[in-house]
């Protein structure tokens, strides 16, 4: 297995978030078949649906499809995360112990 990408680093935490506050998950297939901006990573908190975009770093921005599904996503009662970096990652893990 070769070495992980910036971005693959952020999902791993994300991940390894989810895990320990024992939240279901998936990741979403994007071989074409799918929608344009769906977050990377889908879950359930507490029956919530949250979306969660990751990036490599703080200099990454999400496209303006990601963000426009991210604000649905928000309108229709889910929440949505943006996660490049540990403060960002802290506040999904905050939004996850509030629930």
């Not at 279901?24 to 994007?30: E, M």
């Not at 908190?45 to 963000?67: H, N, R, S």
Request: contains cysteine; positive net charge.
């Amino acid at each position: 297995m070769g070495a992980l990408t910036p971005e693959a680093k952020v999902k791993r935490k994300v991940t390894a978030v989810l895990k320990k506050h024992k939240c279901w998950y998936f990741f979403p297939a994007s071989n074409g078949f799918g929608r344009a901006g769906i977050p990377d990573i889908i879950a359930i908190v507490d029956g919530i649906f949250v979306g969660v975009e990751c990036k490599a770093d703080k200099k990454k921005q999400p496209t303006q499809l990601q963000v426009q599904c991210g604000e649905q996503i928000e309108a229709a009662g889910g929440k949505w995360f943006l996660v490049r970096g540990a403060d960002e990652l802290e506040a999904l893990e905050a939004y996850i112990r509030l629930r």
